[in-house]
């Protein structure tokens, strides 16, 4: 099974983390397949919708810095735009709803999918606004907050500007500031076009293919909503995370409050398959999980035995995780993480 998964797959790469803490790392396949580069633990991939995950973590970080409240409407905090309701008055959303995709937004069709490199600039404004093919629909609160679940990207770009503007720094800047440098971690960083020429100088960035094997255009589209989907990371950094956030679960984290991971774990009343960032998973587990045009990845993490799993791919295999064996593989090895510990 594991053999027959791997070939969907140019290249594979996953962690797993014992209850221990022990990590351990396996690849298998190429990065890129023209240059027939070998994937290895440093190897960097799309790490997708996961992205909202990490900056759920450096929303809740803001408020323990007392910079924010989440239970506060996010337009108490932005400056640049608001968030508004179909007849134009500031809507009440929260920056919990949005945390939580409960803050009525819905997006525009086929949005958040097919830039490329070379198309021209399209700024978080822009996407806020539908002003361009990228995102077809504004971001408004189309649906009284709290009463549907909507899953939404536009909903993370406006948590991206509130980030934004309170921290008054580009949105990969804060987060490097907020997690990865307090983590030490040197694979991970949000897709700006200077952190993309940057890693693509240094080879190693995962090359992307589509549902036919064929690189994209320019090896990696370009996506300017960094919060909701253009984080790149190891499955290893992305263990280093959950290991912090694990930690901060059971109260031994300098990085992150208990009451904090905590929030993000709960599950939302009305919505119990959702959390702040994450997606509870029966008692214990809680998944992030990421799929775009130029990968598939998924994280679980078992806040009881506090074993985890990333697995990380670089081709769109035109299927959701369950389908394309992503998550029956992070499944079975977090199962024998468990049982070896």
Not at 51 to 58: D, E, G, L, N, P
Not at 82 to 111: F, N, Y
Not at 125 to 139: C, F, K, M, V
Request: proline share 4%; aromatic share 8%; net charge negative.
């Amino acid at each position: 099974m594991i053999e027959q998964i791997i070939a969907r797959f140019p290249g594979v790469s996953c962690a797993w983390m014992d209850a221990a803490g022990r990590v351990t790392t396996e690849c298998w396949g190429v990065a890129d397949k023209e240059c027939n580069l070998p994937v290895e633990k440093d190897t960097i991939f799309p790490a997708c919708s996961i992205s909202k995950f990490v900056t759920a973590i450096c929303v809740i970080k803001l408020q323990e810095q007392q910079s924010i409240d989440i239970d506060a409407p996010v337009n108490a905090y932005l400056r640049r735009w608001k968030l508004r309701t179909p007849d134009g008055s500031e809507s009440d959303a929260t920056i919990r709803a949005l945390m939580c995709h409960t803050a009525g937004i819905v997006d525009g069709e086929d949005a958040f999918y097919g830039l490329r490199r070379s198309d021209s600039e399209v700024t978080l404004l822009d996407i806020l606004e539908g002003r361009t093919s990228y995102n077809n629909r504004p971001a408004r609160a189309e649906k009284s907050p709290g009463t549907a679940f909507e899953y939404s990207d536009a909903g993370y770009c406006i948590l991206q500007l509130l980030a934004e503007e309170v921290t008054g720094k580009d949105f990969d800047a804060a987060a490097r500031k907020l997690i990865f440098d307090a983590l030490e971690l040197r694979n991970t960083f949000f897709a700006s076009r200077k952190n993309v020429e940057y890693h693509e100088a240094n080879a190693t960035m995962a090359t992307g293919y589509d549902g036919e094997g064929l690189s994209l255009p320019g090896k990696y589209p370009h996506q300017p909503d960094l919060a909701a989907s253009a984080l790149w990371s190891t499955p290893r950094d992305l263990l280093a995370i959950a290991k912090a956030f694990i930690e901060a679960y059971h109260g031994r984290s300098a990085f992150l409050q208990e009451a904090s991971a905590r929030e993000m774990a709960k599950r939302v009343e009305k919505f119990p398959w959702t959390g702040l960032g994450v997606f509870p998973q029966g008692e214990d587990i809680i998944m992030s999980q990421g799929w775009g045009e130029n990968g598939q990845c998924m994280l679980k993490m078992n806040l009881r035995t506090c074993a985890a799993c990333a697995v990380m791919t670089n081709r769109n295999p035109e299927t959701d995780q369950a389908e394309s064996g992503v998550e029956w593989l992070v499944d079975s090895i977090m199962g024998s993480a468990t049982q070896g510990s």
